[in-house]
């Protein structure tokens, strides 16, 4: 429940100390409970969270990017092309009416999410 609260964002090992387990043991329980290693679980988490606030927002990928979690760029990149098959600006360039190219507009999270003039 606090790694879904908190939208993936809330680190393993904390988990385990929070619930006064090892890591290894709470790797157990959720391949166990759930299917999938706690980190999967928190990546499958992040992402959905950062495609639904892109379905309102579509041109505040890093902004969003980083409010989601992910630390960089490439993090980033990793989870679209694996989780859902495309490039984070093909997936942006679906959600804006019209199509367009628009990754001249979209800021990357090392340059802080702000987009360039």
Same mark, same amino acid.
């Given at each position: 429940? &606090?790694? #879904? ?9 904390? $988990?385990?100390?929070? $619930? &006064?387990?090892? #890591? ?20 499958l988490? #992040? ?13 505040r ?21 694996? $989780? ?9 360039? #679906? ?13 990357? $999270?090392?340059d ?6």
């Amino acid at each position: 429940a &606090r790694l #879904r609260a908190s939208g993936g964002r809330a680190r393993i090992g904390a $988990l385990a100390a929070e $619930l &006064r387990c090892s #890591r290894r043991h709470l790797h157990a329980l959720f391949v166990e409970q759930v299917g999938l290693a706690p980190k999967t679980v928190a990546r499958l988490l #992040r992402f959905e969270q950062l495609r639904r606030a892109l379905d309102s927002d579509p041109l505040r990928l890093g902004d969003i990017a980083h409010e989601c979690g992910y630390c960089d760029q490439a993090h980033l990149n990793r989870d679209f092309r694996e $989780l859902a098959g495309t490039t984070p600006t093909d997936f942006v360039n #679906r959600l804006i009416p019209g199509g367009g190219v628009i990754g001249d507009q979209l800021p990357f $999270l090392q340059d802080g999410g702000e987009r360039a003039a």
